[in-house]
């Protein structure tokens, strides 16, 4: 496995960018959104602007159509103001896996904007973008938020149409919003929710919801469940911020108990397991022959298959691959990923039965605060540890917002806070009070 893209000339934007291409695209001239600026995960297809995915593989892609979630946004009229770096394909937590090098973080000098959505979110922390679209498989919406000091939102598995997301794990993922307050990531998916004809796992739930309206801080009488296996394993300075909004939330009229999610420990395993094992199978269609590197190969199609490969994907994104063909192999199907699947199963079952006694439940979105450059990129066991809070949500397929709870030792710290099904508005009501 080579540790780098270096046989290919893959242009660094500088050696830490938000930015992939920077590119307006003026929506049209009225609309709920007119007026404000959005930056774009390059995952996300814009017609006629490169898509890399982070990626050499994709280096020259220029889609020749918009995502669904970009046709709303620049119907309800809104600016377009560039594609935002992340980690390669979606594949992991720091935004250092991108092979455009990685991107800073506004809100913690020397250290990550968490990922893989990293640009997006350091770009509404900046103040280059009002809002920023993500996505999340497993929590790459929520990861950066915390990060950074910003909003974001993991929308119920449905809400949003993945039409034009390139995809990693399809099972997973969803299009999410970023904003530096609650109402305005709640406007944002606003415009982005709701069914599409393109995209056969979008649902009609949700799709009359007036999430903006929900943002009004009115938490009389909510009922918190706290799970225990969320918080107890989280840094000291990361626990008490967390104590301290969940407190702020009580003495606005809500109230908590703590839960249990037994089955939780399976979830990081389980998570990478299928992460893995889809994306293995999604990222096979890349060949690199029109968009990524070109092969001075003569030979046969499988050696010039193989070296395109070779130099167009990063060692996380090979890591990946090679790991998920194992786990759907012939003989080891049912031993991991069959396994992964009935983990899956449990997990969702927990919360579903944590969410009927409970209207939200709340965790630390990340269990550490944001790592220094270059702390966890030779280490993808730490990193894939750090997910532990946020992909047991999408295994689910939950709604979840990150919300902004403070600092420690002046790095931010992220609430998380997690509805059942299709509970948008509860959620945003909930993260509005953290506001307050
Ligand atoms: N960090 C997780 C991963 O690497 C989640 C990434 C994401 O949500 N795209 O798979």
């Known amino acids: 496995m080579s540790a780098s893209h270096s046989p290919l000339e893959v242009a660094r934007v500088s050696e830490s960018s938000i930015f992939i291409t920077e590119e307006r695209i003026v929506g049209e001239d009225e609309g709920q959104l007119a007026g404000k600026t959005v930056a774009v995960k390059d995952n996300i297809s814009t017609k006629n602007v490169r898509t890399t995915c982070g990626s050499a593989m994709l280096e020259r892609y220029v889609p020749p159509y918009d995502a669904t979630a970009i046709k709303r946004l620049k119907e309800a009229g809104a600016t377009i103001v560039g594609k935002t770096n992340m980690d390669e394909?979606?594949?992991g937590s720091t935004t250092e896996t991108s092979a455009f090098g990685p991107a800073p973080n506004p809100a913690a000098e020397g250290h990550v904007p968490g990922g893989s959505s990293g640009g997006s979110a350091a770009a509404v922390a900046a103040g280059e973008a009002d809002l920023a679209l993500g996505s999340d498989t497993g929590g790459s919406i929520r990861n950066p938020a915390a990060f950074c000091g910003v909003v974001g939102?993991?929308?119920t598995y449905g809400l949003v149409s993945r039409y034009g997301l390139v995809a990693y794990a399809n099972s997973l993922e969803q299009i999410g919003p970023f904003a530096s307050s609650v109402e305005d990531a709640a406007a944002l998916l606003d415009v982005i929710a709701g069914p599409d004809e393109r995209d056969g796992t979008s649902r009609k739930e949700g799709a009359d919801s007036d999430y903006a309206s929900a943002a009004d801080g009115d938490i009389d009488g909510l009922?918190?469940?706290v799970p225990t296996e969320l918080v107890e394993g989280a840094d000291d300075g990361v626990r008490e911020t967390f104590w301290d909004a969940i407190s702020k939330l009580e003495s606005q009229g809500a109230s908590y108990h703590e839960v249990s999610l037994p089955s939780i420990e399976y979830g990081v395993a389980a998570y990478y397991v299928l992460a893995m094992s889809e994306a293995s199978s999604n990222l096979a269609r890349f060949d690199g022959v029109r968009y990524g590197p070109a092969t001075e190969s003569d030979g046969n199609w499988?050696?010039?298959?193989?070296e395109v490969r070779e130099q167009g994907f990063g060692p996380e994104v090979k890591r990946r691959i090679l790991l998920g063909t194992?786990?759907?192999?012939?003989?080891?199907?049912?031993?991991?990923?069959?396994?992964a699947?009935?983990?899956?199963?449990?997990?969702?079952r927990d919360f579903d039965d944590a969410l009927s006694e409970a209207d939200v439940l709340a965790s630390p979105t990340m269990p550490v605060p944001p790592f220094e450059l270059g702390e966890s990129l030779d280490d993808p066991l730490k990193m894939y540890l750090s997910d532990a809070n946020t992909v047991p949500v999408n295994l689910a397929n939950l709604p979840a917002i990150s919300v902004p709870a403070g600092k420690?030792?002046?790095?931010?710290?992220?609430?998380?806070l997690i509805g059942p099904v299709f509970g948008e508005e509860t959620i945003i009501r909930a993260a509005s009070a953290v506001e307050e």
Request: charged share 20%; glycine share 12%; no cysteine.
């Open 89 to 91: 394909f979606g594949m």
């Open 153 to 155: 939102i993991k929308p």
């Open 223 to 225: 009922s918190i469940g």
């Open 302 to 306: 499988n050696e010039a298959f193989a």
């Open 326 to 339: 194992y786990a759907l192999s012939a003989g080891y199907h049912e031993k991991y990923y069959g396994k």
């Open 341 to 348: 699947q009935d983990a899956r199963a449990w997990v969702k």
């Open 408 to 416: 420690t030792e002046k790095l931010p710290v992220g609430l998380q």
